[in-house]
Structures are given as C-alpha cells and as structure tokens.
T-cell receptor
Framework: DADVTQTPRNRITKTGKRIMLECSQTKGHDRMYWYRQDPGLGLRLIYYSFDVKDINKGEISDGYSVSRQAQAKFSLSLESAIPNQTALYFC???????????????FGPGTRLTVL | GESVGLHLPTLSVQEGDNSIINCAYSNSASDYFIWYKQESGKGPQFIIDIRSNMDKRQGQRVTVLLNKTVKHLSLQIAATQPGDSAVYFCAENMGDYKLSFGAGTTVTVRA
C-alpha cells in the first residue's frame, strides 16, 4: 500500500550495531504498529501507538524501542542488533474513527533486516 | 500461544476451481476478524473482514464465513486465478484493537 512507506526496504548489518527502521503514512490514521514476521510464523506485534503520546509494548518488545515523532511517523530501533532479530519488519496503521469494534490495519511493504 | 491458527499450511488449487481456506480461533470473546493476502515481497493486504454479529460476508470473488459455535472462520475464493497465489492470514481482534495473526496458508494455483 503506497500510503504506508517503510525505509529502508533492505538492510544488512552486524551484531551490536544500532539500527533504525522508519515508517511514514499519508492515510491520516492515528494508530500505528510495528510487527515482525519470521518464516512459518504469523506476524508478531512489537510495539503499537494509538496516538503521538501513547506508546505500548506488544508481545515481543525486548531488544526494541520506538519513537512516534508525529502522527504520520513511527520509527523502530534496535539498540544493539543480534542475529535472531533477522526478520521481515512491517509497519501498519489503522483508524480509530472506524466503525466501533473494528480495526482494519493497513500494512507497509516491509523491511528485510539481516543481522550478521 | 497463538489464539488464531490455520488448519493447513499449504493449499494447491487448479485454476478456475474454488478455494477454501480455513482458520480456527480460540478466543470466544473475539468480535472482529480479518483476512489478509500477502504476495511474495509485499506486505499483507486487506481482503475482507467480518464482525461477530454476522455469519457471512461477501466481497468481489471472496466470501468469509464465521461459525462462532465451533470458533471457525473460512475464506472462499471463487474461480481461483494465478494472481490469487499468495499466503493468506486470518487475524483476530483481541478486544483492545490489537490483532493476533495465524501462521498463514500458502495457496498455489496450478495452471
């Protein structure tokens, strides 16, 4: 979905390096999410943010941090990358103004991160 | 553990046939479900959703069925086309606007 962009699309780094993945959206959504996808597994939630001042941990937040710089921007950082953080990372957005009880999330194209 | 899962990791379908992809969920309090399609090298793409007060919902060539009695969700694709080859995920609203995803079913369409 071109409305949600992620940079970089691919990144190779070394153990111990600090890495930042960026996500921007033009959908005007207030909620943003970071997921990780590993082969054979579904997407697992790392962090989510319901507005600029609201940041919450997901199920696998250890080793990651996030920053919501603006409503349209949500970045994910790996402070000291390790090989088992090699994965596909997806950003997603959703709109709290949607119908009550629904939360359709729209995903970016993903970042393939390899930690050597 | 996961609260949402798919019955089969792979499905091979003849072009033109109908496809049925199944998903079981364990959280009886879940009230909203979504099917996503993920093509190689891309992010998941929304296909169709259904709320728990419905049993069936139809879109373009797709139908989602929800059976709350047995906590089962299915996605039916009519007249499957080569462009339908992808990984399909069901996702469950855990009640606090977070989604829980199953592991996915890889659909391969045979010409």
């Amino acid at each position: 979905d071109a409305d949600v962009t992620q940079t970089p699309r691919n990144r190779i780094t070394k153990t111990g390096k600090r890495i930042m993945l960026e996500c921007s959206q033009t959908k005007g959504h207030d909620r943003m999410y970071w997921y990780r996808q590993d082969p054979g597994l579904g997407l697992r939630l790392i962090y989510y943010s319901f507005d600029v001042k609201d940041i919450n941990k997901g199920e696998i937040s250890d080793g990651y941090s996030v920053s919501r710089q603006a409503q349209a921007k949500f970045s994910l950082s790996l402070e000291s990358a390790i090989p088992n953080q090699t994965a596909l990372y997806f950003c997603a957005t959703s709109d709290s103004a949607g119908a009550e009880g629904t939360d359709t999330q729209y995903f970016g194209p993903g970042t393939r991160l390899t930690v050597l | 553990g996961e609260s949402v899962g798919l019955h089969l990791p792979t499905l091979s379908v003849q072009e033109g046939d109908n496809s049925i992809i199944n998903c079981a969920y364990s959280n009886s309090a879940s009230d909203y479900f979504i099917w996503y399609k993920q093509e190689s090298g891309k992010g998941p793409q929304f296909i169709i959703d259904i709320r728990s007060n419905m049993d069936k919902r139809q879109g373009q060539r797709v139908t989602v069925l929800l059976n709350k009695t047995v906590k089962h969700l299915s996605l039916q694709i009519a007249a499957t086309q080569p462009g339908d080859s992808a990984v399909y995920f069901c996702a469950e609203n855990m009640g606090d606007y977070k989604l829980s995803f199953g592991a996915g079913t890889t659909v391969t369409v045979r010409a």
